[in-house]
């Protein structure tokens, strides 16, 4: 069985990156990272579809912005393909309802994650990972991931990488930052609404906790995954169900 780190890792997950991205709010996330030196996940749409994120003009510069992160030691994830959230399914982690890739078949989600790599490598990215649009994506997308070679997703509610269906976990648990005592912990944000008072909170997170901040190499080479133990099993199981009932209610609050 696999201890928990301690004292506590973190990974930093920036979410929805696209050329129409906030500009000056992702500019103020990018400026931290560069000034804390931190490796983050950058979760990028392929080939974005989704009007929800095409409210601001596109950025000319935006791809090179990533590959220049890249370059900086961030992790490139594949933030679904076009973040077309169209189909009503259950997921494996069943926050939302509607996902792009639950529910459809084998041969649609491997043509999508296919589509996808080929349309980030040819900006000159290298994809490393996966994140599911809205946490949305049942067997059949971990199949697919494990055939088209990118074995590597970002979720679940564990405190240690583990193994399902051929897939390699790395638990995404947080949505602000927040001390935790043990474990690896990732803290994803979505710059498009990450106002100043929310910088502000990361701000101060990185100050004092900057030092155990990791990297996906890092977590990689580190932890040698398997499946969850009973314990653990149960505690990402309970975490996973307070989640999906705080996002209930903030749900019918709106």
């Known amino acids: 069985m696999q201890s928990l ?4 890792q973190y990974l930093l997950r920036v979410d929805d990156l696209c050329p129409t991205v906030h500009h000056e709010r992702w500019s103020s996330v990018r400026e931290l990272i560069r000034e804390f030196r931190i490796r983050p996940i950058l979760a990028v749409i392929p080939d974005n579809e989704d009007a929800a994120l095409e409210k ?3 950025n000319p510069g935006f791809w090179e912005e990533m590959r ?13 393909y076009r973040h077309e959230c169209t189909v009503r399914a259950r997921s494996l982690v069943p926050l939302h309802r509607r996902s792009e890739f639950a529910g459809l078949s084998l041969d649609v989600q491997r043509g999508y994650i296919r ?13 490393r990972l996966f994140v599911a649009p809205k946490h949305s994506f049942d067997r059949m997308t971990l199949l697919a991931l494990s055939k088209e070679g990118l074995p590597y997703l970002s979720d679940g509610f564990a405190r240690v990488p583990f193994q399902r269906e051929g897939v390699t976990w790395i638990p995404q648990q947080l949505w602000s930052p927040s001390r935790r005592e043990s474990g690896l912990w990732t803290i994803c944000i979505h710059p498009n609404t990450t106002g100043t008072r929310r910088n502000s909170e990361l701000r101060a997170f990185l100050r004092k906790y900057k030092d155990q901040f990791t990297t996906f190499e890092q977590v990689v080479a580190t932890f040698r995954p398997s499946s969850l133990s009973l314990s653990e099993g149960i505690y990402s199981r309970l975490a996973m169900w307070r989640a999906i009932l705080r996002t209930r209610r903030d749900r019918a609050r709106n």
């Open 56 to 58: 601001w003009t596109a």
């Open 5 to 8: 780190p301690k004292p506590a």
């Open 115 to 127: 589509s996808g790599l080929a349309l980030l490598r040819s900006e000159g990215l290298t994809p």
């Open 68 to 80: 220049a992160l890249e370059r900086e030691g961030a992790a490139i994830a594949m933030h679904g």
